[in-house]
């Protein structure tokens, strides 16, 4: 087999195609790039086996057509500074070596790479029909990338919820400490499905105008050049328009203004955390406050040192505060939700765009200012604790402590569901196991077919010496 193609293109298509391979994997095919030609049309592709990714080339010039496997990183080296280069890759009498030719500026270069039999790879699933999807689809994609769990435990919310609602579709992600939902989309109605979290797709050389088809179990994407095929998420997906709180009159109002948003930034960089000494952490809670009638974003480290941004061109309605999650609301503000209400302290965050709502659960507080009027002179678990030897007020810019609830803190006991979604993946990992110990099969049963075959011909070999010998 013989084929040419152009190095940029082919530099670009490995750069999306690493994005798509198995991270982790024993078997070796999986670090391959399948490549097939036909006429004049030639393909790459990877697979981690539960996904598959092809890319197009558009401009290849097919010799003979044919089918190779290729170690996707050893190629890469090649053509990544041969970008200007045209690029050969040939087969060779040795069936596990294939020739790489590099013409350019610098003249012509000649490389070789170990290749692996094609039979090794594995069988390519059923075409999925496909249609054209919503234009802000893929867009709507990667902004709820960030609110969706990677926690395996938790497989149902491993992906992007695409539902049928109303006349329209819904894209929701969450992790169970907040929520983000997209509304007013358009797709076929037939379509939906939990789409898996895939790097490929959150890559910004990839293309946002795409179709889209879902069967039970399968989905498939075609963007441009790519094409992407694989499983859906398996499972149901939480009813989650159940966590949303309803919007009230009374509700404290949060308008972070886009001049106070690089401020909001340098506070979740900046402001300190109660394992500053370690470097600090990501997720440490901050709080929102009024303090002389400027809102403030202010945090403090376990010994009680704070420290605070003001927000001079934001505003907040009522006397109430809350605290979050630093990262989480951060995160939620560069998606584009700045309008943000809530009830009190201990209430959900709730912020909504034109077609999305956002939900961000506080964090626990305690003996911070306004938590709580006390109603008695009993001391209460959220009131401020009284130092009956010193009953002197605290001077007015002391601020309490703020209890932070830690991103490894216990979790509660797993619920049924939770071991369900363990089982589900322990299943999904024998199955792997069985898979490569199939291909090991394989290739141990090939190998022994080989050395069979040598051993035959060793046997006609001596046999014609002793025939020559006699």
Not at 75 to 102: C, H, M, W, Y
Not at 167 to 187: I, N, P, Q, W
Not at 397 to 425: F, G, H
Request: hydrophobic share 35%; aromatic share 6%; net charge negative.
């Amino acid at each position: 087999m013989s084929f040419t193609i152009k190095g940029r293109e082919l530099a670009d298509a490995l750069t999306g195609l690493q994005k798509a391979m198995a991270r982790k994997t024993n078997l070796a095919v999986l670090k391959h790039v399948h490549y097939h030609c036909d006429d004049q049309t030639v393909t790459a592709t990877v697979t981690d086996l539960d996904h598959h990714t092809e890319y197009r080339f558009t401009d290849a010039e097919v010799s003979t057509p044919s089918t190779i496997l290729l170690p996707v990183k050893d190629l890469f080296r090649l053509v990544k500074s041969a970008k200007d280069d045209q690029v050969t890759i040939e087969a060779t009498d040795n069936p596990q070596t294939a020739k790489i030719g590099l013409s350019g500026a610098l003249g012509e270069r000649t490389h070789f790479l170990p290749c692996m039999d094609a039979e090794e790879w594995p069988e390519m699933p059923e075409r999925t029909p496909v249609l054209p999807a919503d234009d802000r689809f893929i867009d709507a994609y990667r902004t709820l990338v960030p609110f969706a769990s990677t926690d395996p435990s938790r497989t149902v919310l491993n992906g992007i919820a695409l539902q049928l609602g109303t006349g329209e579709h819904t894209l929701t992600a969450t992790d169970g400490k907040r929520l983000c939902t997209l509304s007013g989309l358009t797709f076929h109605e037939d379509i939906q499905g939990i789409i898996p979290l895939l790097n490929i797709l959150n890559w910004n050389r990839f293309p946002t105008t795409c179709k889209l088809g879902t069967t039970d179990k399968q989905y498939r994407i075609e963007a441009g050049n790519w094409t992407l095929q694989g499983k859906l998420v398996d499972g149901s997906y939480p009813n989650w328009s159940q966590v949303i709180p309803d919007a009230h009159t009374d509700d404290c109002v949060f308008l972070l203004a886009d001049e106070d948003i690089p401020a909001v930034k340098q506070a979740v960089q900046t402001l300190p955390a109660p394992n500053s000494e370690t470097g600090g952490d990501k997720n440490a809670g901050i709080c929102l406050m009024k303090q002389d009638d400027m809102v403030v974003l202010a945090a403090c480290d376990a010994q009680e040192n704070w420290g605070q941004q003001p927000l001079k061109h934001s505003t907040l309605s009522g006397s109430e505060f809350t605290a979050f999650n630093r990262s989480y609301f951060l995160e939620a503000v560069e998606a584009g939700f700045t309008k943000w209400q809530f009830k009190d302290h201990t209430a959900p965050l709730r912020a909504e765009t034109e077609n999305g709502i956002h939900v961000l659960m506080p964090l626990r507080q305690e003996n911070v200012p306004g938590a709580v009027e006390p109603s008695t002179h009993k001391e209460t678990p959220t009131q401020p604790k009284t130092n009956q030897e010193d009953p002197e007020p605290m001077p007015k810019d002391t601020k309490p402590s703020l209890a932070v609830m830690s991103s490894n803190e216990e979790k509660q006991d797993e619920d049924l569901l939770t071991m369900v979604q363990n089982a589900r993946e322990s299943c999904r990992t024998l199955n792997t196991t069985l898979k490569d110990i199939a291909a090991k099969i394989r290739a141990d049963q090939r190998a022994n077919k080989a050395l069979h075959s040598e051993l035959q011909n060793a046997k006609g070999v001596l046999t014609k010496l002793k025939d020559l010998a006699a």
